[in-house]
C-alpha cells in the first residue's frame, strides 16, 4: 500500500538526549514536511524540503534537524536544545495535484521523562 | 502573508442534524483551502479542497464545503451527522502563488455528535 510509515509510534526521552523520528514515504512524493502538534495550538511547521539534498526551516526549527539524503526519507531529530519537546510529531508529504495536496502520515508520540 | 481561523473551539450537534464547522482565510493572491479530520492519536486525514471552479465542494464521507470569495470563508458542511464523525476538523489554506509550499492551519475544532 502507498502511504508515508513514522515510527515509532511512542518515543520516551531522558532530559539531555537526542532523538531522531523517521519517516519514510512511497508516493514518490517531491516534498515532506515535519509538523508539531500541541493541545490547542493546531499544527507548527517545524522543516519542510522540496527536493532532495535541500530544506528550509518552518515556523519553529529551533532545536530541530532534518536531512534529506533519498527522496523517500525525511528524519527529524529533536535535541537537546529543544526546551520542550514533548509533543506528537507529523510527517507529511505532497506531489503534484492541483493544489499540491499534503497527506500525513499516523504520528509519533515523544514524552521527555 | 497567509492565516486561517476556525471561530469555534467546540461544536455540538444531535445525530441526524446538518452540521457546520466554520472556517475564514486571509490570503494575498488566490486560496487553495482545505479540510483535514483527526481521530485520536492519528494523524490527519484529507477530506477535501477548493482549488478553483464550482463553490460547493464536496469531498469524504458525505462532507462538503463552500466557498466564499466575498466573505472569505470555507465552512464545511454535512447534511445528516453521525456519531462516527465526532473528531478534530482542521481547516487549512495556502496562496496559491508559484513555488509556496507551506500550508498554513487552523487551531482545529471538536465536534460531537450526540446520539
Known amino acids: 500500500d502507498g502511504g508515508i510509515t513514522q515510527s515509532p509510534k511512542y518515543l520516551f526521552r531522558k532530559e539531555g538526549q537526542n532523538v531522531t523520528l523517521s519517516c519514510e514515504q512511497n508516493?514518490?512524493?517531491?516534498?515532506m514536511y515535519w509538523y508539531r502538534q500541541d493541545p490547542g495550538q493546531g499544527l507548527r511547521l517545524i522543516y519542510y524540503?522540496?527536493?532532495?539534498?535541500?530544506?528550509q526551516k518552518g515556523d519553529i526549527a529551533e532545536g530541530y534537524s532534518v536531512s534529506r539524503e533519498k527522496k523517500e526519507s525525511f528524519p527529524l531529530t529533536v535535541t537537546s536544545a529543544q526546551k520542550n519537546p514533548t509533543a506528537f510529531y507529523l510527517c507529511?508529504?505532497?506531489?503534484?495535484?492541483?493544489?499540491?495536496?499534503?497527506?500525513f502520515g499516523e504520528g509519533s508520540w515523544l514524552t521527555v521523562v | 502573508a497567509q492565516s486561517v481561523a476556525q471561530p469555534e473551539d467546540q461544536v455540538n450537534v444531535a445525530e441526524g442534524n446538518p452540521l457546520t464547522v466554520k472556517c475564514t482565510y486571509s490570503?494575498?493572491?488566490?486560496?487553495?483551502l482545505f479540510w483535514y479530520v483527526q481521530y485520536p492519536n492519528r494523524g490527519l486525514q484529507f477530506l477535501l479542497k477548493?482549488?478553483?471552479?464550482?463553490?460547493l465542494v464536496k469531498g469524504s464521507y458525505g462532507f462538503e464545503a463552500e466557498f466564499n470569495k466575498s466573505q472569505t470563508s470555507f465552512h464545511l458542511k454535512k447534511p445528516s451527522a453521525l456519531v462516527s464523525d465526532s473528531a478534530l476538523y482542521f481547516c487549512?489554506?495556502?496562496?496559491?502563488?508559484?513555488?509556496?509550499?507551506?500550508?498554513?492551519f487552523g487551531t482545529g475544532t471538536r465536534l460531537t455528535i450526540i446520539p
Open positions: 507529511a508529504s505532497s506531489g503534484r495535484d492541483r493544489g499540491n495536496t499534503i497527506y
Open positions: 508516493l514518490n512524493h517531491d516534498a
Open positions: 524540503s522540496q527536493i532532495v539534498n535541500d530544506f
Open positions: 490570503v494575498s493572491g488566490n486560496p487553495y
Open positions: 477548493y482549488i478553483t471552479g464550482d463553490n
Open positions: 487549512a489554506v495556502r496562496d496559491g502563488g508559484f513555488g509556496n509550499e507551506k500550508l498554513t
